[in-house]
């Protein structure tokens, strides 16, 4: 059964910064597109970035050049650090694992900024 584990959530100020991580139990990790997305209160759930098999890496426009989307496929693990943190960055942020018709998430870490 495939689990994907957030960790690494919590407060931090504005201007802050924090690494998220999501180890994943799932057979060839290596050949998924692994993506952090979030949902903030009362809003849609968004993406954030995703980073290919191939490590290309796609990031949306409110997090270019603060937040880095990395992995390790030895350790079956994805990490989002985030830099430069404001409060609209306020959200539950979920790991996601995809590859074609397959489709994986974590259940979710709460990040919230403080001004």
């Known amino acids: 059964q495939v689990q994907l584990v957030e960790s690494g959530g919590g407060l931090a100020q504005s201007g802050g910064s924090l690494r998220l991580s999501c180890a994943a139990s799932i057979t060839r990790f290596g050949i998924y597109t692994m993506g952090w997305f979030r949902q903030g209160p009362g809003k849609q759930r968004e993406l954030v970035a995703t980073?290919?098999?191939?490590?290309?890496?796609n990031y949306s426009d409110s997090v270019k050049c603060r937040f880095t989307i990395s992995r390790d496929n030895n350790k079956n693990t994805v990490y989002l650090q985030m830099n430069s943190l404001k409060p609209e960055d306020t959200a539950v942020y979920y790991c996601n694992a995809n590859r074609f018709m397959f489709d994986y998430w974590g259940q979710g870490t709460q990040v919230t900024v403080s001004s």
């Open positions: 980073i290919t098999s191939g490590n290309t890496t």
